[in-house]
């Protein structure tokens, strides 16, 4: 931590410490930005989770002097192993091609002060001109606000000590910060900061913006109607065997 010393250095250590957490799989490409954006905040660690990159992943994180954990490869598995190490009490789980915005670190701590508030995510905002990807924006963020629905792209954040009370993240192949947020919301109220976190296209335009936002649907209407994660995860991904 910068400046420990003085008015400074006393005022940040009172601040609650930040833990960001960044699961990660062969992400050499954007994670080197996404590190970039961890480094505007105070009282910040920043660990990469990662699960097994055969690029140069885990060297990167390594030279932005973020930990490194080598953890099995799984979303839920990496983020919770991620939180059992992280020594904030403060947790922020972030994608690796997603960017903080400014003043991250301060708009945190404000959110979870607020009234009744337990955890909070960012307004999101998609990296591409695509005027189809500007309805997608809308579309989650009408849902976050009004439904209290954010998803794991918008850097959800809550205090340690809540997550590890509600049992982390459920190990699913998918569908986890889904039913996180759900466990959250019967909880309290989910704050959804203004400033936008940015976040890659890619997903989005590898197999087309409306397809994409079609097969979201069906795996959250599958999930809400018992069908097992397991089976979801192997439709969504191409590996439904006969």
């Keep these: 931590m910068r400046g420990d010393k003085g008015e400074g250095g006393d005022k940040r250590d009172k601040e609650e410490r930040i833990s960001i957490i960044i699961p990660a799989v062969n992400e050499a490409r954007p994670i080197e930005k996404t590190l970039a954006s961890t480094q505007t905040g105070t009282n910040v660690e920043v660990i990469v989770a990662d699960g097994g990159s055969q690029d140069d992943t885990v060297a990167i994180a390594s030279g932005w002097g973020a930990k490194v954990l080598s953890i099995p490869k799984g979303r839920a598995k990496q983020m919770n192993l991620g939180a ?25 701590r404000a959110a979870l002060v607020k009234p009744h508030a337990i955890a909070g995510a960012f307004r999101l905002q998609i990296d591409s001109p695509l005027s189809s990807l500007r309805l997608i924006e809308w579309g989650v963020n009408w849902r976050s606000r009004l439904l209290q629905m954010p998803y794991g792209d918008q850097a959800i954040f809550l205090r340690s000590s809540l997550f590890h009370q509600l049992g982390q993240f459920p190990d699913l192949p998918m569908m986890e910060d889904f039913e996180l947020v759900r466990r959250l919301k019967c909880n309290g109220r989910i704050v959804i900061v203004p400033a936008p976190v940015i976040t890659s296209p890619r997903r989005w335009l590898k197999q087309g913006v409306c397809q994409t936002t079609l097969k979201n649907q069906i795996a959250i209407i599958a999930y809400l109607l018992g069908v097992s994660p397991k089976k979801i995860a192997a439709w969504y991904r191409g590996k439904v065997s006969s």
């Design 84 to 108: 059992a190490a992280a020594t904030g009490e403060i947790l922020l789980f972030l994608h690796a091609d997603t960017l903080l915005p400014l003043g991250f670190d301060v708009m945190v």
